[in-house]
């Protein structure tokens, strides 16, 4: 049964890389991140792992961690076949996530965690109890509770006490004294990335004849999986200047390819190798513009001069408060920050339709969807509800909804067209649309 489930993981993984292989072919600098997606999921990887500090998702800042010491591992989800080895840990209707996690934690022949220590932001009830099921098996964990409402007067101070205090905890559990110079090495390191990653997304966007949607967001997820901060920044800045030669013409300028009608992405996040939804809106026609997710403002995180003043306390302080301006997890009551970002991403004009992904048993993402739903309308941008779990057989089925989708953006597309006369006027031409 081991055996089964190790294989079936393992063609989880290897099957989506040898798609976005195949998909990019042409694109060489692709094959660093391929390469480390493979490394961190391949068999000799985990049993030689033994990791220091594991971040369960993604809504602590890792640069914190480095500060104290450790090179952050993180654990995100992402798959069915991890979901099998959680099987008789978790109800079965816990959301694939959870699972995905804890399973991949429990797998047979996998990483040494007997020495690690696990932060665990308390995203949802689910991360709640798996903060209380690594501690009865006698894990040393580190448990993050946001504070879920930013309108409250002491939820800055109560999220900067916490990030002090995991700050310390890492520090002491390996062996690190924490000093101005290491905090700021940290957020270098860090914001270079960042910085990096921006510039790929925005070189790439709309240029499906270059790189696919799922590549791109496999680039994005490979910040997770990587064991060399440094390392992936350096290739991510080589893949972007490889992608802007590709797609500049002879004037230097750049051009978005108009074979795909373009989308955005919302909702529960597309981890990798679970890559079912992307692969279908690539599939149909439609093309990833954008993804807005619990940690797509990360990369938009922007530390002043003024961060690095005071006390090394001081400074921990400084960065806590600037993280949870930019935080968008699904532990906010009200998501205000992601629906900003989201505002700001449709004012690019370019946006004709949404997939809000909904994983099955998250229920936090359904919350906000009539406040999405009404934005959306309001500026024309019709929305599909895609609710699914890890499981593949489904696929089919979801196709047949998305094409249908597809199909309405499209005549939407053709109405806009039709609506559009040129009248010529000596040399003048002017372009007139027609009252919506």
Known sequence: MKDNKTNAYKKEYCDTLNRLWRDNSGLKGLKYFLNTMYHWCGEDQKKNAKPSVVILGTSVPEELVIAAGAQPYFIIGGSLGSVSWSDDLVPRDTDPVSRSVLGYIHQPDGADFSESLFIVPLTSDSMRKIAFALKEEGRKICPIDIPPDRSDVHAQKKWQMQMLSMTDTIAKHTGTHITKHSIKAALTRVSEARRALLNFLDVTRGRTDIITSGARQMVQNSYYFTESIDDWTAHIEALTNEAARLTSKSDGTCQRSHDFTGVMLLGSPVIFPNYKVPFLVQDIGLEILDTADSAALKS??????????????????????????????SAFVKNDLLFDFVSWLIKKGDIEGVVYHVLKGQTEYDFELERFESLLSGNNIPVFRLETDYQYQDVEQLRIRMEAFSEMLLQNLYKINRSVSFRTDGNDVKEERAAS
């Open 300 to 329: 938009h995180i922007v530390y002043d001069r003024k961060t690095m003043r005071g006390s090394c306390d001081k400074i921990i302080c400084n960065i806590a408060a600037t993280w949870y301006k930019y935080d968008a997890s």
